[in-house]
Structures are given as C-alpha cells and as structure tokens.
C-alpha cells in the first residue's frame, strides 16, 4: 500500500482525504482505494504512464514483464506490475536527490 499511496500522492497529486481514499483535485473526485490499483489492472496502470507522459516522461515496453521511464526501468509479473514497479522506482530515485540536496544546505 506505502508504494501505491506514493504514486498517487507523488505522481498523480492526489491527497489523502482519508485512510481509505484520495482526493484529485484536477477532476474533483474521491478515489476511493479500492478503485485504484495500478498492479492488478492495466488501465488503472495507464493513468500513471499517462501522468508520466504529461511531466516529461517517455514510456517505453521492453518486454510483457518490463518497462522503463526514460532511464528508470523495472519488471513485474505483469505489465501492470512493472509500470507500477518503475513508478515507484522513479519516486525513489527522487527522494533520494532530494534528501541529498537537503543535507547539502544542511551541512
């Protein structure tokens, strides 16, 4: 679930109305959690590489079970699961430059 919230929070810009929903502010919407679950289903997998595509990511299939973000790639047992999967690599991979910059300021 911490990777799912992620994605929603960091790439979507959805919020967490509550612990079982978000809120898109774009659309106006509750997703509730149940609705939304990009490793077991394609077209809720596609929202993400379509947000993606909007902020400058390409996507590429390198195989069923394999894709990549621009430089970012991972795999899955589904095609599903790898997008998902590159996602949160992705947020990851940011995290860690951010929290890097940080300490940079810091010390």
């Given at each position: 679930?911490?990777?799912?919230?992620?994605?929603?929070?960091?790439?979507?810009?959805?919020?967490?109305?509550?612990?079982?929903?978000?809120?898109?502010?774009?659309?106006?919407?509750?997703?509730?959690?149940?609705?939304?679950?990009?490793?077991?289903?394609?077209?809720?997998?596609m929202i993400i590489v379509e947000k993606l595509a909007e902020l400058?990511?390409?996507?590429?299939?390198?195989?069923?079970?394999?894709?990549?973000?621009?430089e970012i790639c991972a795999t899955g047992e589904t095609l599903a699961q790898a997008i998902t999967n590159a996602a949160y690599a992705i947020i990851e991979q940011h995290s860690v430059a951010d929290s890097s910059r940080m300490w940079q300021k810091l010390c």
């Open positions: 679930m911490i990777k799912i919230d992620s994605i929603a929070r960091r790439i979507l810009g959805w919020k967490l109305n509550r612990w079982d929903r978000w809120y898109d502010y774009e659309k106006g919407i509750f997703i509730h959690d149940s609705d939304f679950q990009p490793e077991k289903n394609l077209d809720h997998a400058g990511f390409s996507y590429q299939i390198k195989d069923a079970s394999r894709v990549c973000f621009n």
